[in-house]
């Protein structure tokens, strides 16, 4: 559920570095980034995961829903820097097919299917191998899960070969296939930004839980935007997103008004949801900075009701 483009030759790390907020230049080879690409008015085009191969070779992974967004949004920032569209900046979305494979026990279950060492490998890193058999696959200690384990892209075509084995690998583990629900929830659980819910086009990274990728300080990277989230940190922030426990009963989603004890709407919720993992209703919410400040009582609207809620800080749940 997942894109995938590629920027190589001698102009693909300036433009990495112009198109996205964090710094490129501190990737070596083998290494990922989590990053995410400005708009030009403040806010967020999408998140995204950048792989360097080589200084001038980089592979990236966009939002599925984002695919035709980001492709022409980067497409216009490559032609006017004079890359070749599908040969400096490409779009192999439709090549690729990915598997997430989470939890504590993912990498000693995939350690069967590649003769590669995968269970030492550092978070964040990747490793480009023969897996099951199939070569040229590439393997990162990735996930939106916050549960370890990897991401496997695998050629379209080979993918339920792939899926098979994987199975076949797991098995003795109890592996289980997951939805995107699932998915959902453990991200919220870890804290994790969803394009959409804490982050789009009118949320500053800033203002999101995304202020770490933010490199400010980079000298080399002078990204779209940079100058007015610089302008943004200095003048202070009117908004921002926020995690929120449940003290009432009752489930916050995605649009539902977020008050103050007066029933002032004060913002609205981005995600919510109950969490298996702590026994609580959980949520976030970009609401007035005012009340941002962990420990605040918040209300949120459910069926005409205001229901309190306390802002807490994320994750949610550590395990």
Known sequence: H???????GPMAKQFMQY???????ALSDGKVQYTCLPNGKGGIVDDMLVYRIADDHYFMVPNAANIDKDWNWMSQIADKMGMELGKDFVNESEQWAQLAVQGPNALKAMQK???????DMEYYTFKILTFAGIPNIILSTTGYTGAGGCEIYIPKEKAIEVWNAVFEAGKEFGIMPAGLGCRD?????????????????????LEAPLAFIVKLKAENNNFINKEL????????????????EMIDRGIARNGYEVCNAEG??????????????????????????????????????IR????????????????
């Not at 198109?19 to 230049?25: E, G, H, K, M, P």
């Not at 989230?229 to 929120?244: C, D, H, P, S």
């Not at 995600?271 to 209300?299: F, H, M, Q, R, V």
């Open 185 to 205: 929830t453990l991200r919220l659980e870890k804290g994790f930004a969803l394009y959409g819910h804490e982050m789009d086009d009118t949320v500053s990274p």
């Open 2 to 8: 997942m894109g995938e483009f590629r920027a190589k």
């Open 113 to 119: 299917l590649t003769s590669e060492n995968i269970v």
């Open 19 to 25: 198109c996205t907020v964090n710094d490129v230049a």
């Open 264 to 301: 002032k709407k004060i913002g609205e919720v981005r995600s919510g949801s109950p969490s298996p993992s702590t026994g609580k209703n959980i949520g976030t919410a970009l609401i007035c900075a005012d009340y941002a400040k962990t420990g605040t009582e918040i209300y949120i609207k």
């Open 229 to 244: 989230l610089l302008a943004q940190k200095a003048a202070g922030f009117k908004r921002k997103v926020v995690g929120f």
């Open 304 to 319: 005409e009701k205001l229901l309190k809620a306390v802002t807490v800080k994320m994750p949610f749940y550590e395990g």
